[in-house]
């Protein structure tokens, strides 16, 4: 029997193809507070949001970014950096209870050069990690394999966000 393996939302960012927009996926309406199911946002407060990454290294690959559009820690206010890490520390007990993974790798790419796919707005990375979630694929195919939708996972979290 051979596995499927199906993570179509991955494709046009694989091909190069992912819509292209002026609009910065972490800058929300200021008014807006809570999850916002259409940009994958399951966490905002005054100060920060919480986001699915569209195009995950991992099942459950999460940002946490400041509401203000600030490209650097160095920019963003002392408040802001501390909500940023005390949301990020929230979030990996969440998913510690959600997806109970075996480790994380969290960390921030400052610049265009440090791999900073949106460099002008400041975000941290929360990828939680599983024994055994390197495999073949990533070595040989350039692939990574995401076991779960990522709609699924979005709805299996936003219960503990809300």
Same mark, same amino acid.
């Given at each position: 029997?051979?596995?499927?393996?199906?993570?179509?939302?991955?494709?046009?960012?694989?091909?190069?193809?992912?819509?292209?927009?002026?609009?910065?996926?972490?800058?929300?309406?200021?008014?807006?507070?809570?999850?916002?199911?259409?940009?994958?946002?399951?966490?905002?407060?005054?100060?920060?949001?919480?986001?699915?990454?569209?195009?995950?290294?991992? =099942?459950?690959?999460?940002?946490? !970014?400041?509401? *203000?559009? &600030?490209?650097?820690?160095?920019? @963003? $206010?002392?408040?802001?950096? +501390?909500?940023?890490?005390?949301?990020?520390?929230?979030?990996?007990?969440?998913?510690?209870?959600?997806?109970?993974?075996?480790?994380?790798?969290?960390?921030?790419?400052?610049?265009?050069?440090?791999?900073?796919?949106?460099?002008?707005?400041?975000?941290?990375?929360?990828?939680?990690?599983?024994?055994?979630?390197? =495999?073949?694929?990533?070595?040989? !195919?350039?692939? *990574?394999? &995401?076991?779960?939708?990522?709609? @699924? $996972?979005?709805?299996?979290? +936003?219960?503990?966000?809300?």
């Amino acid at each position: 029997m051979v596995d499927v393996l199906w993570a179509p939302w991955r494709m046009d960012y694989i091909l190069g193809n992912a819509p292209k927009s002026d609009a910065c996926v972490f800058c929300l309406p200021k008014e807006h507070l809570g999850p916002l199911p259409e940009r994958l946002v399951l966490y905002s407060d005054k100060d920060v949001l919480l986001i699915m990454n569209r195009y995950p290294y991992n =099942n459950a690959h999460l940002m946490v !970014a400041p509401r *203000r559009h &600030v490209g650097s820690l160095a920019e @963003a $206010t002392e408040a802001e950096r +501390l909500a940023l890490v005390n949301l990020a520390a929230k979030t990996t007990t969440i998913l510690d209870a959600a997806q109970k993974p075996d480790g994380y790798n969290l960390g921030i790419n400052q610049g265009l050069v440090a791999g900073a796919g949106i460099a002008d707005h400041l975000h941290l990375h929360i990828t939680p990690r599983y024994n055994g979630d390197t =495999n073949y694929m990533t070595v040989l !195919a350039d692939t *990574r394999v &995401v076991p779960e939708h990522i709609q @699924a $996972t979005y709805q299996k979290l +936003l219960e503990f966000f809300s």
